[in-house]
């Protein structure tokens, strides 16, 4: 079975902080993405990347970057951490191309105070 | 971009009923999946379907691409099919969520 980890399940960090929420898959795969999910609003697009050291912007990038260094691991920081930020964040990864399913993990649920 | 829509948002079940989850989408998408979010948050895969009908167990999910929309079946319903069902569209490798149909399956 693919494995998406994130590092943290619960975090809570103070308004001003940089913070690195860190995602790891174990098969290879050439895609991961970051999603933020909100009551009322699902999930949307952060970040995504196709490969190492590529990025693409999704919907709502403002106030977050990305790193890929290593093909399985996908790290979303936010630059100054801020309470709208307080949020689940999930990450998942897939197979190049149109014809496979995403594998997410289990989330980090974040509170900005 | 692409709009997802899901209806209904939310449907409370007596364990054994069925159901039907509907999703439709405002442009042609290169695949269309469905998730199920458990109780703890996590998503679980269930179908990815650009078109036609595929079966897994007492599951069933059909997409008619031309018209735009997907349904997804659950049969003989059980309490631990309870959570948030997500349907997504991918358009230029990036999947889109519709904001999903809330499901609680009662004894």
């Known amino acids: 079975d693919v494995k998406v980890t994130q590092s943290s399940r619960y975090l809570v960090k103070r308004t001003g902080e940089k913070v690195f929420l860190e995602c790891v898959q174990d098969?290879?795969?050439?895609?991961m993405f970051w999603y933020r999910q909100d009551p009322g609003l699902g999930l949307r697009l952060i970040y995504f990347?196709?490969?190492?050291?590529?990025?693409e912007k999704g919907d709502i990038p403002e106030g977050y970057s990305v790193s890929r260094e290593k093909k399985e691991r996908f790290s979303l920081i936010l630059e100054s951490a801020s309470t709208n930020q307080t949020s689940m964040y999930l990450c998942?990864?897939?197979?190049?191309?149109?014809?496979?399913?995403?594998?997410f993990g289990s989330g980090t649920r974040l509170t900005v105070v | 971009g692409i709009q997802v829509e899901q209806s209904p948002p939310d449907l409370i079940l007596q364990e054994g009923a069925n159901s039907t989850l509907r999703c439709n989408f405002s442009?042609?998408?290169?695949?269309l999946q469905w998730f199920h979010q458990n109780p703890w948050g996590q998503l679980i895969n269930l179908f990815y379907?650009?078109?036609g009908t595929k079966q897994n167990g007492r599951l069933s999910a059909t997409t008619v691409a031309t018209e735009r929309y997907s349904l997804l079946y659950i049969s003989s319903s059980q309490t631990t099919d309870s959570g948030v069902y997500f349907c997504?569209?991918?358009?230029?490798?990036?999947?889109?969520f519709g904001t999903g149909t809330r499901l609680q399956v009662t004894l």
């Open positions: 998942a990864s897939s197979l190049q191309g149109w014809d496979y399913g995403y594998t």
């Open positions: 098969m290879d795969h050439e895609n």
């Open positions: 990347s196709y490969d190492v050291k590529m990025k």
């Open positions: 442009d042609s998408v290169n695949n």
């Open positions: 379907i650009p078109s």
């Open positions: 997504a569209a991918t358009v230029g490798g990036k999947l889109t």
